[in-house]
């Protein structure tokens, strides 16, 4: 396996997590629109990213740490089950975060993205890269000195959830820049397919991949 | 059901719901005002020119129970299922929220899979509303971005305060009380919303106590029916504002909030004016963060033979306008007001909202005026242009002739006769009659109208 090509994996799960309308592009959209402003769609996507990042970091942060504690066999199987049964409740129930407010500030937005992001598991997509099968840095996956590994773990986290991040950020922004100047507005009713239902489905599929290896 | 794509009818602005095809279909709200055992139902109107039965009822539902007085209804979903902070666009419009005003009861009715032949699928008791809510007579029916919110006039004993409160969209479970923080409001009746400012505005008829034994003669001269409106956060559901309009000013009753998000701008109808029987339209506005009203347009009464009029208006010597519904097309660009009393319905351009210009009018029925429709010229009609809905162009605009149950025989005693008109608009104003669709109800009484894929008071949007 090449070097790049787990990097390459990361930034685009990332860019599927931000072509999504749910996770963010077509919140700073609406925005801009709302005050006729380029620079109000603009601003509203650091801390929509922020926000992201923060969800998708706090659930690395979790997959790094138990390999630490439990083994890894059993890490994994966890994983397996709780992405299973998280795909599989998305698929029979379609339910939605319950926020009402157009009227929202920097950390409305952080708030509003994170809550967006955990309630997709987008954090526990990651877990194929965190925990294997797909290794970004071979050793990542925890067996030498307890202290070194963590370390190495966490360094090597933070630039997984980063590239993530990166890949979101920038489809977001393209996403959201392109319908908001050419004002293909009307493409949402043609071209919004059921994300949440292909989510669940990535999902089921995550989960499968981290029996694997 | 979940779908693939968004749900056809959904559109991301006022804008763009205004090319969507011309409806085929009109659900019209029918009432039994007979105590005789017989149910209200829902009546299922073609409204398509080039079919064979254009213009006349080819379904209709009819409900388990009687008395229970159908008046205003909503869809399941609508474009708001597009808003951005909590999309979930591919539910589908389907369902019609159907609450009985007199029993509390709310019905949920089925249109697919044949939308002629709609299906009555689920009945929600008054009990389960007031043990979740602490309220009953609901009211108004709108699609939200989280869920489906309702108005109601008071408690389950018919005293006040009435409110709003919720249903869950996907299962209608009843969700309980919208209101965290209700401030001064007591009274209410409709409400709707500013979705781009986060803004929810109420308005005030009168606890079930002051309505449903006809009019409260004493408390409507003491002007102790509503006359106030209410702005509301939207988002910490907490009362903000109330814009009074004056004591003389009675029952304040439909609200149409400027369909652009962008607009911060909404019409109100008030029915009477205790000085001198006039009936207006205010506009509330927001300017400098703070929100005001003004009255922008005002209809006289039209002076009368007191030989013509019921006892209640007798001494008056005039009939009033009551204005008791008014609608807003989707361009923001005309508003149209039913003129119950007098048997008019005018049409306003209202593109500079502060300064309404009076662009087309008809008469159809009226307590004095009785005109008629161009079907049958030489037939006299009774009650007057009421519930009005405008078709997502503009072009088309519906019309029924009954206000409420317990009031109708106090403007009309010898009993209102249900009709429904329909009216072309054209693009730039003007307003005709169409000869050929005049639909008849019998002794059943039509009241909301909602057309197939939505309407100019059915759906709100995120996007300008």
């Not at chain 2, 072009?395 to 006769?417: A, E, Q």
């Amino acid at each position: 396996m090449a070097d790049w090509f787990p990097w390459g994996g990361i930034f685009l799960l990332g860019a599927y997590h931000g072509l999504n309308p749910a996770m963010g592009w077509l919140f700073a959209l609406a925005l801009g629109l709302q005050e006729r402003r380029r620079r109000a769609l603009l601003q509203a996507l650091v801390p929509i990213a922020m926000g992201h990042f923060l969800a998708v970091g706090a659930a690395a942060l979790v997959l790094i740490a138990l390999p630490n504690v439990l083994p890894l066999r059993f890490v994994r199987g966890g994983m397996a089950l709780i992405l299973a049964g998280f795909g599989a409740y998305r698929l029979v129930r379609a339910r939605h975060l319950r926020w009402v407010g157009l009227r929202v500030g920097f950390r409305d937005l952080v708030v509003w993205s994170t809550l967006m992001a955990s309630s997709h598991g987008a954090g526990l997509m990651l877990s194929p890269f965190l925990l294997g099968p797909i290794c970004v840095v071979p050793g990542l996956h925890g067996s030498e000195g307890f202290y070194s590994a963590w370390l190495v773990s966490l360094r090597d986290g933070i630039g997984i959830v980063g590239m993530h991040t990166l890949g979101y950020l920038l489809t977001m922004a393209l996403v959201a820049w392109i319908v908001y100047e050419g004002g293909h507005l009307a493409l949402l009713r043609h071209t919004w397919v059921n994300l949440d239902f292909l989510w669940a489905f990535a999902l089921l599929g995550t989960a499968f991949l981290s029996l694997l290896g | 059901m979940v779908l693939w794509k968004p749900d056809p009818s959904f559109y991301p602005s006022p804008r763009l719901a205004m090319q969507a095809p011309p409806e085929r279909l009109a659900y019209v709200a029918t009432v039994n005002p007979n105590p005789d055992g017989r149910p209200d139902a829902l009546a299922v109107v073609d409204v398509d020119p080039r079919s064979p039965t254009y213009g006349r009822v080819v379904g209709r539902v009819d409900l388990p129970y009687a008395g229970d007085e159908l008046h205003h209804f909503g869809w399941n979903a609508c474009s708001s299922a597009l808003c951005p902070y909590a999309p979930h666009p591919h539910v589908q419009r389907r369902y019609l929220i159907l609450p009985g005003l007199r029993s509390s009861r709310i019905y949920i009715v089925d249109t697919q899979p044949d939308p002629r032949n709609p299906r009555l699928v689920r009945v929600i008791e008054p009990e389960v509303v007031a043990s979740r809510t602490g309220y009953s007579r609901p009211h108004t029916v709108h699609c939200g971005p989280d869920g489906i919110y309702l108005s109601a006039l008071g408690s389950l004993e018919g005293d006040g305060p009435g409110g709003i409160f919720v249903l869950d969209h996907y299962t209608f479970e009843v969700l309980g009380r919208w209101e965290v923080d209700r401030g001064p409001q007591f009274l209410a009746y409709d409400f709707w919303w500013h979705l781009g400012y986060d803004v929810m505005i109420t308005s005030e008829w009168g606890t079930p106590r002051m309505v449903e034994n006809g009019v409260d003669v004493e408390a409507l001269l003491n002007g102790r029916y509503g006359h106030r409106l209410h702005v509301w956060d939207l988002r910490r559901r907490r009362h903000l504002q109330a814009l009074d309009l004056g004591a003389e000013h009675q029952m304040v009753l439909e609200l149409r909030p400027a369909h652009d998000p962008t607009k911060a701008y909404g019409f109100a109808g008030v029915v009477l004016s205790l000085k001198d029987l006039s009936a207006s339209v205010w506009l509330w506005y927001r300017e400098n963060s703070a929100w005001s009203v003004r009255k922008v347009i005002e209809i006289p009464a039209e002076p009368a033979d007191p030989d013509l009029l019921p006892p209640i208006l007798k001494d008056f010597r005039a009939v009033p306008p009551l204005v008791t519904d008014i609608n807003l097309s989707l361009d923001d660009r005309f508003l149209y007001v039913s003129c119950w009393g007098t048997g008019e319905l005018r049409q306003y351009d209202v593109s500079d909202p502060f300064h309404p210009r009076l662009t087309g009018a008809v008469r159809l029925g009226g307590i004095v005026s009785r005109a008629p429709h161009p079907k049958d010229p030489a037939r006299p009609l009774n009650g007057g242009p009421q519930m009005v809905e405008i078709s997502r162009d503009g072009r088309r605009i519906y019309v029924t002739n009954s206000l409420y149950i317990p009031w109708d025989p106090i403007f009309y005693p010898d009993g209102i006769r249900g009709w429904m008109v329909k009216l072309d608009a054209g693009s730039d104003g003007g307003l005709a009659v169409d000869p050929a669709f005049f639909v008849e109800f019998g002794d059943y009484r039509p009241h909301q109208v909602r057309l197939e894929g939505g309407d100019a008071s059915s759906d709100s949007f995120c996007y300008p």
